[in-house]
């Protein structure tokens, strides 16, 4: 399973030379230790993995007493794994150190000795509970995994020619022509696996929708089982706003109604367990702005929001019990675009995972007025240009999952916000085109923007 970030990887070992560590944060079952493990093989003479999920007893006492005093540290580590350290040339990693902060915290010491390089995983590393009493060290710098993407999906594919394609018509704003059908097939597919690399392995290894799905539920269950044992005095609302994510995306307007779940519910006692799930990757949260202007972060509304999951596979199985999942039924319904649901909450869900591993924060705009009809839109997502210039900086983003739509709110929104925004995307099944001051692009090309 090849991943993007290991070029990053690569880049931090050649720059860096040691005088920084790395924090690698992403959900549970994303791959990261995979990525630590292949990389600290390839790269380096030899490497110790700690892994302080399931840390000896003999292991916790080096660093519970040895910490202080590296040469003894370094000693007993090389003897207690069987493995030789080579000044400059030997990787030490601390997978799932949210298991142990103080191993976190002594990075510092670590890092300013000098003779090894440093990686950290973690989940929920974020999260009080598990940085309560340590000093964070600023000789961490923090990458973000994310599922994977489309492009890494074709590359398990054993497909590497696909998407530089996609890229150039992206470029050029040309079609792909009879390129597009094929593409958007595979591109269904992953919608339907979703980024999990098991999960994918597995559709690689057997092309079978229904272990592919046991996969995900497993993955649920995992995340679910972290809410019961991390969340604390917040478990009961994470939970509830876990459980009714598909429902709440399933709406037309996809704004998350807390009246759903509990009659009169504000957004204040609910705001923490928000930021949970967040903090566990688990979701992608997207904040209304109330403007289309530079610095959306400055515009946002907080308590105006819409939750995506942050893997669109694992929603799908989330969204449906197994008992409504007859065989391959379900999962060819959806591959053959037959399904008697809302097929857009997959679409848009999809999209904001796209944009997210792009890099992008994920903001929408909405607004409703009884007296002024032309007041009333709602654009999916606003993202800014990547050069800056004195107006015109806001692109307005439009999903649609269908292939008949209407683009009213989009028109309204120009006409209000001309002057501070570009030209719109409308992101839908069909190829590529120009049309009234309109660019229509394909959904997979939504992780190009």
């Not at 269904?188 to 999960?199: H, T, V």
């Not at 929603?315 to 008992?323: K, M, T, V």
């Amino acid at each position: 399973m090849d991943r993007k970030l290991y070029q990053e990887l690569l880049s931090w070992r050649k720059n860096d030379n040691g005088k920084v560590a790395l924090m690698i944060e992403g959900a549970r079952r994303i791959g990261k230790s995979y990525l630590v493990e292949q990389f600290a093989k390839q790269e380096y003479r030899s490497y110790i993995l700690i892994d302080f999920s399931q840390i000896s007893t003999a292991m916790r006492n080096v660093f519970d007493h040895y910490l202080h005093d590296l040469d003894s540290f370094f000693l007993y580590l090389q003897t207690l794994t069987g493995i030789t350290l080579y000044e400059r040339e030997s990787l030490i990693i601390f997978d799932e150190v949210q298991f142990y902060p103080k191993a976190r915290e002594a990075v510092k010491s670590l890092v300013a000795d000098g003779r090894y390089d440093y990686i950290e995983t973690g989940s929920l590393v974020s999260i009080k509970k598990n940085t309560k009493g340590i000093l964070i060290p600023s000789e961490e710098r923090q990458l973000k995994m994310y599922p994977m993407d489309f492009e890494e999906f074709l590359w398990a594919l054993g497909d590497r020619v696909t998407m530089p394609f996609i890229k150039d018509c992206y470029e050029h704003c040309r079609p792909l022509g009879p390129v597009h059908r094929k593409v958007m097939d595979l591109f269904r597919q992953y919608l339907i696996i979703g980024g999990m690399p098991q999960a994918i392995q597995t559709f690689v290894q057997t092309r079978d929708f229904m272990k592919v799905d046991r996969v995900k539920r497993d993955i649920l269950y995992l995340y679910r089982n972290d809410i019961q044992n991390y969340a604390d005095e917040m478990v009961e609302k994470v939970t509830s706003i876990w459980d009714s994510l598909p429902g709440q995306l399933q709406k037309h307007e996809k704004k998350f109604k807390l009246a759903a779940m509990q009659a009169g519910a504000r957004f204040r006692a609910y705001e923490k367990a928000f930021f949970w799930l967040k903090e566990a990757d688990v979701v992608n949260l997207c904040y209304s702005a109330t403007e289309p202007s530079i610095g959306l972060n400055m515009k946002q509304e907080n308590s105006t929001l819409k939750v995506y999951m942050a893997d669109t596979g694992l929603l799908i199985s989330h969204a449906f019990s197994e008992n409504q999942i007859m065989g391959d039924a379900l999962y060819q319904k959806l591959l053959l675009d037959k399904l008697e649901v809302n097929e857009g909450m997959f679409v848009e869900n999809i999209v904001a995972q796209m944009l997210r591993a792009a890099g992008h924060q994920l903001f929408f705009f909405s607004n409703y007025d009884k007296q002024v009809a032309s007041e009333n839109m709602e654009i999916d997502f606003l993202i800014a240009k990547s050069k800056i210039t004195s107006r015109h900086n806001i692109i307005p983003i439009e999903v649609k999952s269908g292939k008949k739509y209407t683009l009213t709110s989009i028109h309204k929104f120009q006409t209000k916000f001309g002057q501070q925004t570009t030209t719109p995307i409308v992101l839908h099944a069909q190829d590529v085109r120009q049309e009234n001051g309109m660019l229509y692009l394909p959904l997979y090309m939504a992780c190009l923007l």
